[in-house]
């Protein structure tokens, strides 16, 4: 086995723990790379003035003329999210909110979400899960020492979200994703293909005990339908203006009497026992430093504040103690059991099945078959 000398980049927080982090001879990560080509892209204008932004608010009303809703709107009560349905009342767009509720809503989130809603003056769609079988799906990732956790949820939302839009016929769907948040994030520290229902059926099927016929599942067939026929077109807003997420912070919390939760999406409390415990005790990876990282690089944060911030705990140790207890008492496991998992050898998601392949080949098909079909039938 080979190590690796311990290497930071020089620009941003980003070290070795990424395992395929490259350093020029200047020491710059090819992070800090890939963010610049992509921001040197994206709008440096407020949403006001943006014509980006404009453009797709008109496209959007413009497609849904007469109708009950302009688009569906994913909620956490997490920044992005939350600013996202600020930006649709600012817009005049009328949105479909759809709250995902997974069982690990902390208290600030659904009081950020019930703020909100209340003072917009938006129609809620709460979706609850079907929490018995989810806790059986969630557990068997933990089981399983993968290192993605998160692929029940993620690929949930959006499961639940298009079957919602499917039913009230909704075609416009807002995605929260923006680089300033989201736009270094090391392949190798999560499971790229989150709608890969054949890899989540595999690990539910090798340590999951019950059935999974109550979830909102996206099989490749369905997604492919959802995309292609049914028109589902997402909306990367927050990518269309210059979106500073500490502003965006500030005018919620004056606005709304929204409440930061101090870490990225620790508005769930699995989310934050994943992140600030699960992933640094098990994989040795401390996902703040991909987050500031784009902070520094978008020029929203400086690199010493960057430093500083790494130095504290991911939260505060007796929180995290909290959260182990309280996570053991969700999913019914013992403390024991819990630390084995925890000390058990890691494992690949490519050590179970996967769908990829069969993917390129139907989306090949696809391409061939959707001239053929008479384009009535294909807007029906
Ligand atoms: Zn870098």
């Given at each position: 086995?080979?190590?690796r000398?311990?290497?930071?980049?020089?620009?941003?927080?980003?070290?070795?723990?990424?395992?395929?982090?490259?350093?020029?001879?200047?020491?710059?990560?090819?992070?800090?790379?890939?963010?610049?080509?992509?921001?040197?892209?994206?709008?440096?204008?407020s949403?006001?003035?943006?014509?980006?932004?404009?453009d797709?608010?008109?496209?959007?009303?413009?497609?849904?003329?007469?109708?009950?809703?302009?688009?569906?709107?994913?909620?956490?009560?997490?920044?992005?999210?939350?600013?996202l349905?600020?930006?649709?009342?600012?817009?005049?767009?009328?949105?479909?909110?759809?709250?995902f509720?997974?069982?690990?809503?902390?208290?600030?989130?659904?009081?950020?979400?019930?703020?909100?809603?209340?003072?917009?003056?938006?129609?809620?769609?709460?979706?609850?899960?079907?929490?018995?079988?989810?806790?059986?799906?969630?557990?068997?990732?933990?089981?399983?020492?993968?290192?993605?956790?998160?692929?029940p949820?993620?690929?949930?939302?959006?499961?639940?979200?298009?079957?919602?839009?499917?039913?009230?016929?909704?075609?416009?769907?807002?995605?929260?994703?923006?680089?300033?948040?989201?736009?270094?994030?090391?392949k190798?520290?999560?499971?790229?293909?989150?709608?890969?229902?054949?890899?989540?059926?595999?690990?539910?099927?090798?340590?999951?005990?019950?059935?999974?016929s109550?979830?909102?599942?996206?099989?490749?067939?369905e997604?492919?339908?959802?995309?292609?026929?049914?028109?589902?077109?997402?909306?990367?807003?927050?990518?269309?203006?210059?979106?500073?997420?500490?502003?965006?912070?500030?005018?919620?919390?004056?606005?709304?009497?929204?409440?930061?939760?101090?870490?990225?999406?620790?508005?769930?409390?699995?989310?934050?026992?994943?992140?600030?415990?699960?992933?640094?005790?098990?994989?040795?990876?401390?996902?703040?430093?991909?987050?500031?990282?784009?902070?520094?690089?978008?020029?929203?944060?400086?690199?010493e504040?960057?430093?500083?911030?790494?130095?504290?705990?991911?939260?505060?140790?007796?929180?995290q103690?909290d959260?182990?207890?309280?996570?053991?008492?969700?999913?019914?496991?013992?403390r024991?059991?819990?630390?084995?998992?925890?000390?058990?050898p890691?494992?690949?998601?490519?050590?179970?099945?996967?769908?990829?392949?069969?993917?390129?080949?139907l989306?090949?098909?696809?391409?061939?078959?959707?001239?053929?079909?008479?384009?009535?039938?294909?807007?029906?």
């Amino acid at each position: 086995m080979s190590y690796r000398i311990f290497q930071m980049c020089k620009r941003c927080v980003m070290d070795t723990t990424d395992p395929d982090i490259i350093f020029d001879e200047q020491g710059i990560c090819n992070h800090c790379k890939d963010f610049d080509i992509k921001f040197a892209k994206l709008p440096k204008t407020s949403f006001q003035e943006s014509t980006f932004f404009q453009d797709s608010i008109k496209e959007i009303k413009d497609s849904t003329r007469g109708k009950d809703y302009n688009c569906i709107l994913g909620l956490s009560g997490g920044t992005d999210s939350s600013f996202l349905a600020y930006l649709c009342k600012e817009s005049g767009l009328k949105p479909l909110v759809v709250h995902f509720d997974n069982g690990w809503n902390t208290e600030f989130a659904i009081r950020n979400i019930e703020n909100l809603v209340n003072k917009l003056n938006f129609e809620l769609y709460t979706y609850v899960i079907n929490w018995e079988e989810f806790k059986d799906l969630q557990l068997s990732y933990f089981r399983a020492s993968v290192i993605d956790l998160e692929v029940p949820t993620d690929h949930l939302i959006f499961g639940a979200l298009f079957k919602i839009a499917k039913k009230y016929k909704i075609h416009n769907i807002l995605s929260g994703y923006n680089l300033t948040s989201e736009g270094t994030m090391p392949k190798a520290w999560l499971y790229e293909y989150k709608f890969d229902r054949a890899n989540m059926k595999d690990i539910h099927k090798k340590f999951g005990t019950g059935k999974m016929s109550h979830l909102p599942t996206l099989g490749l067939w369905e997604r492919t339908m959802y995309q292609k026929f049914y028109r589902f077109k997402q909306y990367h807003l927050l990518q269309t203006f210059y979106y500073d997420k500490i502003q965006a912070k500030k005018l919620l919390t004056e606005k709304f009497d929204w409440k930061d939760y101090g870490g990225k999406h620790f508005e769930s409390v699995f989310t934050r026992f994943y992140q600030g415990y699960f992933l640094p005790q098990k994989f040795g990876i401390d996902k703040r430093k991909a987050h500031l990282s784009t902070l520094i690089c978008a020029g929203q944060m400086t690199r010493e504040d960057a430093l500083a911030e790494l130095q504290h705990p991911p939260y505060d140790p007796q929180l995290q103690k909290d959260d182990i207890e309280y996570v053991c008492k969700k999913w019914g496991i013992s403390r024991e059991e819990f630390d084995e998992i925890m000390k058990a050898p890691v494992r690949q998601h490519s050590e179970f099945h996967e769908e990829l392949e069969l993917e390129k080949k139907l989306h090949k098909l696809i391409q061939y078959v959707k001239p053929l079909i008479p384009s009535k039938l294909r807007n029906a």
